[in-house]
């Protein structure tokens, strides 16, 4: 009860002001942004019930450390260094996604573009064209699809594991390759531009709880959507209907008109797709106006 009391003596019965610069004040904003971030970017993960449980622990070594309790102390202080390496380990798909999303974030204005050499116009119209054509000939076939295209994400790390084609992006090219029984029906097809540069490719599943009647294409949908700006389309082979992963979001029987309007809206539009699910109900009168 010492160290309580002497705690107590020091700093509560003390009225000290200290004097505050305004780099001080720009420290305190930057700090509260960054903390407010961190912990908003938590509660959307599953690393929030594990940041709850590190808080009950925090708390009882604060309480260990007023009473004084030497032992837990000790343990305390013996295994801090294992539990940071621990907590890296535990994290670390959590870490990856919020440096991926990072770097996707466009407060650099610019000057950390280097290799972004397919900026500008992403696809053109022919090419919304052509694969509106071709997803939904493939729904009404119930034949599945994902197709994925790319934005300002470069996916070669994707690409590698699937089979280069690098043809124009023209329906009957789409509807061959999905076609059953073919070799390269089965993975995602990747486009980027105007063209379709891999077939086959393997796609991240998503840890995010689907509907049970979703299947592995629809999960490799939005997981892809989630560790990248890419837009994915996926029709379903059990019912026909198309639908659109972005930014983690899934967007279920899309019908065409809808498609066409975000993909004509996000041709030529810089735009952080995390907040795309806020847009939904706008797509519609925005993309008639480009």
């Not at 961190?38 to 509660?43: Q, T």
């Not at 735009?271 to 797509?283: A, E, L, N, P, Q």
């Given at each position: 009860m010492s160290t309580v009391s002497n705690f107590a003596q020091e700093?509560?019965?003390?009225?000290?002001?200290?004097?505050?610069?305004?780099?001080?004040?720009?420290?305190?904003l930057l700090m509260?942004?960054?903390?407010?971030?961190?912990?908003?970017?938590?509660?959307?993960?599953?690393?929030w019930a594990l940041l709850k449980g590190i808080i009950v622990v925090v708390g009882f070594a604060i309480v260990a450390y007023l009473l004084n309790l030497r032992t837990i102390l000790w343990i305390a202080g013996k295994t801090i260094s294992v539990g940071i390496i621990a907590l890296v380990i535990i994290f670390q798909p959590e870490l990856r996604r919020a440096l991926e999303q990072l770097g996707?974030?466009?407060?650099?204005?610019?000057?950390?573009?280097?290799?972004d050499s397919h900026r500008g116009e992403r696809y053109s119209t022919k090419t919304i064209n052509e694969?509106?054509?071709a997803v939904y000939e493939m729904g009404a076939v119930k034949t599945g699809a994902l197709i994925v295209i790319e934005q300002d994400m470069m996916l070669e790390e994707y690409i590698r594991t699937g089979i280069e084609v690098d043809g124009?992006?023209?329906?009957?090219?789409?509807?061959?390759?999905f076609e059953h029984n073919t070799p390269l029906h089965d993975g995602a097809v990747i486009i980027r531009g105007n063209r379709v540069v891999s077939a086959t490719c393997y796609l991240p599943l998503t840890d995010n709880n689907l509907s049970k009647e979703l299947g592995t294409r629809?999960?490799?949908?939005?997981?892809?959507?989630?560790?990248?700006?890419?837009?994915?389309?996926?029709?379903?082979?059990?019912?026909?209907?198309?639908?659109?992963?972005?930014?983690?979001?899934?967007?279920?029987?899309?019908?065409e008109e809808s498609l066409r309007n975000k993909l004509e809206y996000l041709r030529m539009k810089n735009?952080?797709?995390?907040?795309?699910?806020?847009?939904?109900?706008?797509?519609k009168?925005?993309?008639?106006?480009?």
């Open positions: 700093y509560l019965t003390k009225f000290y002001m200290p004097s505050i610069a305004w780099t001080d004040i720009i420290e305190i509260a942004a960054v903390i407010y971030n961190v912990l908003v970017w938590i509660k959307d993960t599953k690393a996707r974030k466009r407060v650099w204005f610019g000057f950390l573009s280097v290799g694969i509106l054509r124009i992006v023209t329906s009957q090219l789409l509807i061959n390759i629809h999960r490799a949908g939005v997981g892809i959507s989630e560790v990248t700006d890419s837009l994915t389309i996926i029709v379903s082979e059990e019912t026909g209907a198309v639908s659109l992963a972005v930014g983690g979001e899934l967007i279920r029987d899309i019908d735009i952080d797709v995390k907040s795309f699910k806020i847009w939904r109900g706008r797509f009168n925005e993309g008639k106006n480009i």
